[in-house]
């Protein structure tokens, strides 16, 4: 399968990127330069400008930054920042920071910083908070939970396509009735109504679970669907009826000649409901019932760019949005690549 997914070029530049994308966000107390609830008093501050030269045109091969305050136009009324051009910060590579934890470790190193200033290379929320920081913080729960609700709903869906497909009769129907059942709620109406029950008060660990377990709960009927389909035919392969007859015990028979036949499959349809559960979360939490404080994720920070005067003054607070898109663009590239290198009608 490997080989024929490296011919895929698209999907191994997906992969490729999707990698990179992944490292600065499972570590990301060392590549953010501030911590996720790290204020400022630059409220809504323009992503900062890195600089190589000064004012008067003098080159430094170490980049830097200025100070801006913020400064009202009477004329638009609108806020702009004003660049103090006397006092330049330059940039560091692991420099000291706000302290954090990592696999056990207490560390304050950062990746990146302006020395005796700040560096927002994304800009400020309304709380003066630096938007590539809390990025790479809600890209870790993003993720987190879209693989976590893949992992549910391949779960779940799988046993129960294969017992549905596998057993027949009763068994079958009863499966049948309460996935049509799910399918034909609409999902979003579904996803909000699971996810209202969920209590306040949750710790952040059993916060994430929850969110996961709503989505899969939306999810996983059409992957039992699926699985169902590879297993009809399955049931009444020639190898499957021969290690019934010779007294093969049904886990035997599942484990050794049904689940081996459809695990490329899994393979697949795990990889394409990342994105779909990415997209659900996004949007529980963009409308409020998804994560909550003190966690974030990419959907949460997308709250600031609930209204189009926001989104108009300050474009930058909708950065997360792009996030999304790219993430779930390159997990669906890598979803067709593998469909195509399991395919065996694909040469």
């Known amino acids: ?65 200025y100070d801006a305050q913020p400064s009202f136009d009477l004329n638009t009324g609108q806020t702009f920042w004003k660049e103090d051009t006397t006092s330049p910060h330059y940039l560091r590579l692991f420099i000291h920071g706000s302290a954090y934890s990592i696999l056990g470790l207490k560390l304050d190193i950062h990746l990146f910083g302006a020395e005796g200033g700040h560096v927002f290379i994304m800009g400020t929320d309304a709380l003066g908070r630096d938007v590539f920081s809390r990025l790479l913080y809600g890209g870790r729960v993003s993720l987190a939970i879209a693989f976590i609700t893949a992992l549910f709903a391949l779960i779940a869906g799988s046993l129960a396509g294969i ?24 999902n979003i109406p579904l996803g909000l109504a699971l996810a209202a029950f969920l209590p306040p008060n949750l710790n952040p660990i059993l916060l994430i679970a929850a969110i996961s377990l709503v989505i899969a709960l939306v999810m996983w009927a059409n992957i039992a669907r699926q699985v169902r389909g590879k297993t009809l035919p399955l049931r009444d392969a020639v190898h499957v009826q021969a290690a019934v007859a010779l007294g093969a015990s049904t886990p035997r028979v599942l484990l050794k000649h049904i689940f081996p036949a459809i695990y490329s499959h899994l393979i697949v349809v795990v990889t394409l409901a990342i994105p779909q559960a990415m997209l659900a979360e996004a949007g529980l939490s963009f409308l409020g019932f998804g994560v909550r404080p003190p966690l974030t994720s990419w959907g949460a920070l997308l709250q600031d760019a609930q209204n189009f005067r926001t989104i108009s003054l300050y474009p930058w607070v909708a950065v997360p949005g792009l996030a999304i898109a790219v993430t779930v663009l390159l997990l669906n590239f890598v979803g067709d690549g593998l469909r195509d290198a399991t395919d065996p009608y694909l040469n």
Do not use: C
């Open 1 to 65: 399968m490997w080989k024929r997914f490296k011919k895929h070029k698209i999907a191994l530049t997906g992969l490729v990127l999707l990698f990179l994308l992944i490292i600065p966000v499972v570590f990301a107390e060392f590549f953010a330069p501030y911590g996720l609830n790290e204020t400022s008093s630059n409220s809504y501050a323009a992503p900062t400008r890195i600089r190589f030269t000064d004012e008067k045109g003098k080159f430094s091969l170490k980049p830097f930054v």
């Open 163 to 186: 017992v549905s497909g596998f057993f027949g009769g009763v068994a079958d129907m009863i499966i049948q009735r309460v996935i049509e059942l799910f399918i034909t709620i609409p």
